[in-house]
């Protein structure tokens, strides 16, 4: 290949990787957009129940086409250098093969089919973004998550005194949950959670200290059991020495010992381990007694099936699931849950045995998240999931790489 022809491609390498980086930007900062109406709704009133959305479907499909431009690019970038990763074929091909042909197989209705796909595109995002993520990214992402967080914070503030008692009111006449920019306060606190985390890693210390504070007000006037759990692990998980990791196994344990004790006084919601956790745990139990082996209810067990039903007027027999891992069990049937589970799990078990803190953490958020949350629907959580999933899986590529034509001798890059 001749020296001008490849000038030619690395910069168009570098001019469609600026586009992506400027898509994911662009996304970000437009996340108040995506649910302006509830939130005034919240405050001014008018909402009418928790799975109806306001803010008009054209508004919020502008997410959409943000995460389908993201992958355009991507694969515009693929064959431009004619290149493709390893870790993307063998992925894309076993998702083929495991979820997507079974899947319309089975199918009985395409607006449900194309609900499945919304809810499992984070996770094609996500490989189609290995190699087009680097640290700077994230750093620029760390800024907008600042900026965002103080006007979260802000009208959080204002929903507290002047909020519409959708969510209940508290013994002293103030709004119960608060969920800022966005509609379900759950929802509010895990952008909260992922807030905290580009504050530890990607953000400058200066606006991380500006938040730190704020970051657990923030939670707490959300009211989620959810936030406050996955913020004391995290804060935990964060601080523990490295000479005494061996032994935080027991202190969560303890620790989770206690948020069973005390998790109603801490988010000022009597009976919410019994009524929220538990119904989610009856939801399990119903979705994985009557699971399929493979994809058979694909799109049923998802939030954009619940909208499309409520918006149209249709009818279709939803599958309520409440959290991610249940949500697995009806789209993708019981075989792929289980190699989700043994792949999460040993992921864990590495992280903690060779102390990827970072990862750690990314990893432990979004399984306490997945929970009580199906986070591939929530926005910009699914976003943020993506791109840092991308991130991980490039670091873990060039890793082997470098293992295979470089440095054969060292160990230990993984960080």
């Known amino acids: 290949m001749k020296s001008g022809e490849s000038m030619a491609i690395f910069s168009e390498k570098i001019h469609l990787r600026s586009i992506i980086d400027k898509l994911i930007l662009i996304m970000l900062f437009l996340t108040p957009l995506f649910s302006f109406q509830e939130f005034l709704a919240l405050i001014y009133g008018g909402v009418v129940n928790n799975s109806t959305a306001l803010t008009s479907p054209y508004i919020k499909g502008i997410k959409d086409l943000f995460f389908v431009s993201i992958v355009f690019s991507a694969i515009l970038l693929i064959l431009k250098i004619k290149k493709i990763n390893i870790i993307l074929l063998s992925m894309i091909a076993g998702i083929g093969f495991f979820v997507i042909i079974p899947a319309y197989y089975n199918h009985d209705n395409i607006l449900i089919f194309f609900a499945g796909l919304r809810w499992f595109f984070p996770f094609v995002l996500a490989l189609f973004l290995i190699g087009n993520v680097k640290q700077e990214l994230l750093c620029k992402i760390g800024k907008i998550l600042f900026w965002l967080f103080i006007l979260h914070f802000s009208i959080q503030i204002i929903q507290l005194f002047i909020s519409d008692p959708w969510f209940g009111i508290t013994v002293f006449g103030l709004s119960a949950r608060n969920p800022g920019i966005f509609f379900i306060p759950s929802t509010a606190a895990v952008f909260v959670i992922l807030v905290l985390f580009f504050s530890k890693f990607y953000m400058s210390n200066k606006l991380s200290n500006n938040i730190n504070l704020l970051i657990p007000v923030s939670i707490l006037l959300t009211a989620s059991g959810t936030g406050i759990v996955a913020y004391l692990v995290f804060t935990t998980v964060f601080h523990f020495n490295d000479k005494y990791s061996r ?62 039903q409520n918006h149209y007027g249709f009818n279709f027999e939803m599958i309520p699931t409440d959290s991610w891992f249940a949500s697995v069990v009806v789209n993708l049937g019981m075989l792929n849950f289980i190699a989700i589970i043994l792949l999460v799990a040993s992921t864990l078990f590495y992280l903690f045995i060779f102390r990827s803190k970072e990862r750690l953490l990314f990893l432990l958020m979004y399984c306490l998240i997945g929970m009580t949350t199906v986070f591939t629907e929530s926005y910009p ?35």
């Open 247 to 308: 032994i935080m196994p027991l202190f969560l344990l303890v620790l989770a010992s206690f948020l069973i004790i005390y998790i109603d006084a801490l988010s000022g919601r009597a009976g919410l381990l019994e009524d929220s956790f538990g119904q989610r745990i009856e939801m399990f139990e119903d979705v994985f007694n009557s699971a399929t082996w493979l994809p058979s209810y694909f799109g049923y067990g998802t939030s954009t099936g619940y909208l499309i």
């Open 381 to 415: 959580v699914n976003l943020l999931f993506s791109v840092l999933l991308g991130y991980y899986l490039t670091t873990v590529n060039d890793l082997t790489r470098q293992k295979r034509y470089l440095m054969p001798d060292r160990k230990n890059q993984f960080k």
